[in-house]
């Protein structure tokens, strides 16, 4: 499976804009790039994906490189609700797993 | 819709013991995986059923087994419980086998402990 790259925690200030970078260098062509988050004592929770166009929802946007060799998670205002683990994951739909990283550990101040 | 439960939350079990854990798949979805989540790192990918028959197995020994019922339910079996097999064990449902425009539903876990 190709190998995501992320920081291994982030810190924000509630309400402001947060950007959190993955690093996917070996991705193929029909990989889609999928976030999920984890609240503590709660399974992953899915947020977005996108395969090469950016993408909008409720909850964030996904902005992907022109190569699509990296990507970055915009939360456009950070709550102390989105306090979490963030992973990075690449979905080629025939290996019918999620393989998922150590993540990116974002903290929330107040 | 209803999302993705599972039971119980928490279990205590012995070394050697055997455990069944269970999962209700989201309502329209027909594919459960199951998922090893050790304190500390993220989530580890056991196996996969589509059509109550085994599409996909992760790094795991065959002491860990599965069912997928025609109403999309699962159940994770393990025998002969070891220490390290104390975990979060996750499941997700989805509405395709592994498609990659698809996403998954997780429920919040069972939290088993081997002593």
């Known amino acids: 499976d190709a190998k995501t790259t992320q920081p291994n925690s982030m810190e924000s200030n509630e309400e402001e804009p947060v950007h959190l970078p993955c690093n996917h260098s070996?991705?193929?062509?029909?990989?889609?790039i999928h976030w999920y988050r984890q609240l503590p004592s709660q399974g992953p929770e899915y947020v977005i994906h996108?395969?090469?166009s950016n993408v909008n929802n409720r909850m964030a946007s996904l902005a992907i490189a022109e190569d699509r060799k990296s990507s970055t998670l915009i939360l456009h205002r950070a709550t102390l609700r989105d306090a979490a683990v963030y992973y990075c994951?690449?979905?080629?739909?025939?290996?019918?797993?999620?393989?998922f990283g150590s993540g990116t550990q974002l903290t929330v101040l107040p | 819709e209803t999302g993705v439960t599972q039971s119980p939350t928490h279990l205590i079990k012995t070394r050697g013991q055997q455990v069944t854990l269970r999962c209700s798949s989201q309502?329209?979805?027909?594919?459960v995986s199951w998922y090893q989540q050790a304190l500390g790192q993220g989530p580890q990918f056991i196996f996969q059923?589509?059509?109550?028959?085994?599409?996909g197995r992760g790094n795991f020994p065959p002491r860990f087994s599965g069912l997928q019922f025609p109403n999309y339910s699962s159940e994770l079996n393990v025998n002969a419980l070891e220490l390290d097999d104390s975990a979060l064990y996750l499941c997700?449902?989805?509405?395709?086998?592994?498609?990659?425009?698809?996403?998954?539903?997780f429920g919040s876990g069972t939290r088993l402990t081997v002593v």
């Open positions: 997700a449902s989805s509405h395709v086998a592994g498609q990659g425009n698809y996403g998954y539903t």
């Open positions: 070996t991705i193929s062509g029909t990989d889609y």
């Open positions: 996108g395969l090469t």
């Open positions: 994951i690449l979905d080629s739909g025939s290996a019918r797993q999620l393989t």
């Open positions: 309502s329209g979805h027909n594919t």
């Open positions: 059923y589509y059509r109550e028959e085994e599409n």
